[in-house]
């Protein structure tokens, strides 16, 4: 169970920083090049704007890996981030409508960093997925069930 939680959390920290990277580049080159400007948009963007998601993700990926007892599928995983996106911008909709006047400028970078978030998650996800299954090191077998131990030390052959 404890590389299980190591990898959900290898996952969203490296997403965060690579969500992070792209939302400064983007950012600067919005902002005409200056990429201390665009490093400050971009924090700003994923951390305020974005937060929510982060906050559905979280827990959702942890959840989903204590009740099956294994690590989610990359699938699994990226269908956690977009309904953490998603409700992201539902909740930044709300705020908007109750902050009368903010609503589309909330909404668009709500958005930005949603799409960062997911692009990051698209290439992030699948990148430390395989490089745990080419290691031989898949966090629990696909049952979630130990296997039984012959007296040998190998594996018992079931009937």
Request: no cysteine; proline share 4%; aromatic share 6%.
């Amino acid at each position: 169970m404890r590389r299980i939680l190591t990898t959900i959390v290898l996952e969203i920290l490296l997403t965060a920083l690579l969500a992070l990277i792209l939302l400064t580049a983007w950012e600067s080159v919005v902002a005409g090049g200056d990429v201390a400007t665009g490093l400050g948009s971009a924090a700003r963007l994923l951390f305020f704007f974005t937060d929510i998601a982060f906050y559905a993700w979280i827990p959702l990926l942890v959840v989903v890996a204590l009740r099956g007892r294994r690590l989610p599928g990359a699938a699994a995983t990226l269908l956690l981030a977009l309904i953490g996106a998603v409700l992201n911008v539902l909740v930044v909709i709300v705020i908007g409508l109750v902050q009368t006047g903010g609503l589309a400028g909330f909404v668009l970078m709500s958005v930005e960093g949603g799409v960062a978030l997911l692009v990051a998650a698209v290439v992030v996800v699948p990148l430390l997925q395989l490089r745990l299954r080419a290691r031989g090191g898949a966090p629990q077998q696909a049952t979630g069930r130990p296997q039984p131990r012959a007296a040998g030390g190998g594996a018992a052959r079931l009937p």
